[in-house]
Every structure is written in structure tokens, then in C-alpha cells.
């Protein structure tokens, strides 16, 4: 079982890795990077726009000034899982059917599960290579400008975007599969996360029916919450110059698990319910 399960995984990533797809998300990625890297060199006051009060950036602590770096790095990196996701994630399903390949997986003595954690172990393991890539730029760029290493809080900085990408993974695919079209899968995706995800989070800001965190978009800004506790995406915005305290980070960790679970348990359904792959 083991063995065909990691099988079709490295078969998936294999020819994944050789597509087009792959490549431009490795070159979207080290685009990114350098544009990232630009702000950073050539508008340094933007620094301040994080600030609270009349604190001047040139005084601040550098360990406080090393913080807003990873903090601004770590805001764009939100969006990367999610676009890495939609390439890999929202597409590895309904491609075997565009295909017509899901139909060789059938005749195969693998069962559905194991055919669906294949995909979501590939997808994320691609998400998570080509996300890497902005991860290397940052290091490099840090230790660049302050000549030293990141500090511990990168380690959870690393961790936290593996669980981010692995629940968005999940989530996709959860998304992926009703449908047979790779690209009507992606915009669908895209949609519930970006614009429904996001009307629920204003929904729930307003009535208090459910704290915003509960909300996938919302869940996974932590990334960059462990540089500095603050989230300006809230309407009720808190701002705290000091990371997010590990109960916190273990709080939200839970609840990307939760999400992560329940969109395989959503996957597997839908997927078993679909007889004879058609």
C-alpha cells in the first residue's frame, strides 16, 4: 500500500516538475523575490508605514528593524501558497479526467484514498519547492543587509508556511474535485478563497457571530505574525511590535489542521461518490 502510494506520488511530482506550470511558478517566484528585495533596498521608509506613532525607523532597536523585514517578506507570502496551490492543488484531479488518464488509476489495485493523498502529497510538496524559492531569496537578502542569520522565529516562519501550503492544498483540492476542467477548478478556487472567504471574514467582523480567525484567509496570515503581531487586514486593527506568543501560534496551528482534515474528508467523499470516475 506504502509502496503504491509513493509511487504515485513521484510519478505525479516527476512530471509535474518537467510541466510549464512548474517552470512559470518558479519564475513568478523569483520575480517576486527581486521585487521584494527592491522595496526593501531602494524604499526603506516604507518601513514606516508599519510604525505605530511618531517612532522614527533610524531609531528603532535592529532587532525591531529585522522583524519589519521578515514582517514585510512574510505579507507577500501569503499569496503564494495560494497561487501555488491552484496550479498544483485544483488541478491534479481534474486533469487525470481531461485526460482521460483517471481511467488507467481505475484499472490499478489502488484504492481511491490512496489515489487522492498522491495527489495532495505531490501538490504540496511542488507548492512547497517553489514557495522555497522566495524563502532562499529572503534568507539571502537578510543576512545581505544585517550580515547575520535570521533568529528563531524564522524556524516556526518555515514550519508555519509548510502547514499553510498544506492546508491550502488540501482546500483546493477539496474545491477540485467537482470538476473535470482543470481551469474551471482553478477559478473556482480561487474564488471561494479570495472573494468568499473574504466576504465571510467582513461578515464576521461585523456581527461577532464567529471570531475572524476562523476564517481560511485570515487563518493564514500567521506566516507573518510570528515576526510581529499584527494584522492589518482586521477592521479592528491591533498592532503589536512583539511576535505571536506560541500559545497563540498553536491555536491557529489547530485550526489549519482543522481545516487541512476537513477538506480531506470532504475530497474523499465526493471523490468515492463518483462512480466509475466519470
Known amino acids: 500500500m506504502i509502496y503504491r502510494f ?29 521585487l521584494i528585495a527592491s522595496i526593501m533596498f531602494i ?13 522614527q525607523v533610524n531609531g528603532l532597536p535592529e532587532i525591531l528593524v529585522k522583524r519589519l523585514f521578515n514582517f ?30 483517471i481511467y488507467n488509476l ?10 487522492l493523498m498522491s ?43 509548510l502547514l499553510v501550503t498544506f492546508s491550502d492544498v488540501c482546500f483546493a483540492v477539496a474545491v ?9 477548478s482553478a477559478i473556482a478556487f480561487l474564488i471561494v478563497y479570495l472573494v468568499i472567504m473574504n466576504i465571510i471574514s467582513l461578515i464576521a467582523t461585523g456581527t461577532h457571530f464567529i471570531s475572524p480567525i476562523f476564517v481560511k484567509t485570515n487563518t493564514d496570515r500567521i506566516i507573518y505574525r510570528v515576526f510581529i503581531n499584527a494584522d492589518p487586514y482586521f477592521l479592528r486593527y491591533s ?7 506560541l500559545p497563540g501560534i498553536e491555536y491557529i496551528s489547530g485550526i489549519l489542521l482543522l481545516y487541512s482534515f476537513s477538506a480531506l474528508i470532504v475530497s474523499y467523499i465526493v471523490f468515492s461518490l463518483r462512480r466509475n470516475f466519470s
Do not use: C
Open 6 to 34: 509513493l509511487t504515485m506520488t513521484k510519478f505525479f511530482i516527476y512530471h509535474t516538475v518537467k510541466s510549464k506550470a512548474f517552470l512559470f511558478m518558479v519564475f513568478l517566484n523569483s520575480v517576486i523575490s527581486i
Open 43 to 55: 524604499s526603506p521608509v516604507l518601513l514606516k508605514s508599519f510604525v505605530p506613532g511618531n517612532i
Open 72 to 101: 514585510q517578506w512574510a505579507n507577500i507570502m501569503i499569496y503564494i501558497p495560494v497561487l501555488s496551490s491552484a496550479f498544483f492543488g485544483s488541478t491534479a484531479i481534474p486533469y487525470e479526467y481531461e485526460r482521460g488518464t
Open 106 to 115: 481505475s484499472s490499478l489495485p489502488v484504492d481511491r484514498f490512496q489515489i
Open 119 to 161: 495527489k495532495i502529497t505531490g501538490a504540496t510538496v511542488l507548492s512547497f519547492l517553489s514557495t522555497s524559492i522566495i524563502v532562499v531569496f529572503q534568507i539571502l537578502f537578510f543576512v545581505l543587509l544585517f550580515k547575520s542569520l535570521p533568529g528563531f522565529q524564522f524556524l516556526f516562519y518555515i514550519l508555519l508556511l
Open 176 to 184: 477540485s474535485v467537482f470538476f473535470n476542467n482543470s481551469g474551471h
Open 239 to 245: 498592532f503589536s511590535l512583539s511576535p505571536m506568543a
